[in-house]
């Protein structure tokens, strides 16, 4: 797995998780630091590109 994406805040790590499920990729959650970091958001690394391509497309409001 590799990090995909480090969310400034809940909403915007929701709205990433929303375009992950969305597209079919799996995904999984890890704290930064501890017990009392920001969640991350991983993915296999063989789904990166179409991760990537479909949170540039989700964020871009062209799905």
């Known amino acids: 797995m590799a990090r995909f994406y480090d969310p400034k ?7 990433v998780e929303t375009v992950l499920r969305k597209g079919g990729i ?3 959650l890890r ?4 017990d009392t970091g920001m969640l991350e958001i991983y993915v296999a ?3 990166l590109p179409r991760a990537e391509e479909l949170l540039i497309r989700g964020k871009g409001g062209n799905e």
């Open 9 to 15: 805040d809940e909403t915007d790590r929701s709205s």
């Open 26 to 28: 799996e995904y999984f």
């Open 31 to 34: 704290r930064e630091r501890g």
């Open 45 to 47: 690394e063989e789904d």
